[in-house]
């Protein structure tokens, strides 16, 4: 299985911040990643495809870039809705793989 | 707009089998692939398999054979069936259109399984 390391597990931040999230893959899986976010109580949400495009409906204050294995997700401008968990997933190779979570806290 | 919400018992014992059913309004099972995904504090997301509008599956090799997954074309649903349960299966299920990518979820359903 291709192993997802996310980093950090958790970070504070405020209003207007921007943030920075991190997945590194354990093997080449080109552009085939997905970030999804996480409200407590609630199923994830797919927010981006193939690390940088955008799902429909999802604001331009998120963003994705790749660079070999590693994965960069960034909010540019923190939002109240914003406080969540997020979540990497890889579909390059089944069985799919998440990556352990990184919690947005104020 | 597709919508899924799955079903099932809430609790289980353990060496038992976990069965849950998820609905789907909006779609037709016919088409696209239907997968299972859960999420326990321990393991985090899980992918448990997909069946496909065909009824081809694929399962994640984790789970040792003890998966089955089935299409109901007359009712518009798939189904999970994980087999000899222990306490690790306790878990948040969530049923979810896509094969590997996840587009749209169910609102999930606990299933604990304990004597």
């Known amino acids: 299985d291709v192993h997802m390391t996310q980093s950090p597990s958790s970070l504070s931040a405020s209003i207007g911040d921007t943030v920075t999230i991190t997945c590194q893959a354990s093997q080449d899986i080109r552009s085939s990643l997905n970030w999804f976010q996480q409200k407590p109580g609630k199923a994830p949400k797919l927010l981006m495809y193939g690390a940088s495009s955008l799902e429909t409906g999802v604001p331009s204050r998120f963003s994705g870039s790749v660079s070999g294995t590693d994965f960069t997700f960034t909010i540019t401008g923190l939002q109240p809705e914003d406080f969540a968990t997020y979540y990497c997933?890889?579909?390059?190779?089944?069985?799919?793989?998440f990556g352990g979570g990184t919690k947005v806290e104020i | 707009q597709v919508q899924l919400q799955e079903s099932g018992p809430g609790l289980v014992k353990p060496s038992e089998t976990l069965s849950l059913t998820c609905a789907v309004s909006?779609?037709?099972?016919?088409?696209?692939?239907w997968s299972w995904i859960r999420q326990s504090p321990g393991k985090g997301l899980e992918w448990i398999g997909y069946?496909?509008?065909?009824?081809?599956?694929n399962y994640n090799p984790s789970l040792r054979g003890r998966v089955t997954m089935s299409l109901d074309t007359s009712k518009n649903q798939f189904s999970l069936k994980l087999a000899s349960v222990t306490t690790a299966d306790t878990a948040v299920y969530y049923c979810t259109r896509g094969k590997a990518t996840p587009y749209v979820w169910g609102p999930g359903t606990l299933a604990t399984v304990s004597s």
């Open positions: 069946v496909s509008h065909t009824g081809s599956t």
């Open positions: 997933q890889q579909y390059d190779n089944l069985p799919p793989t």
């Open positions: 909006g779609d037709s099972v016919r088409s696209f692939f």
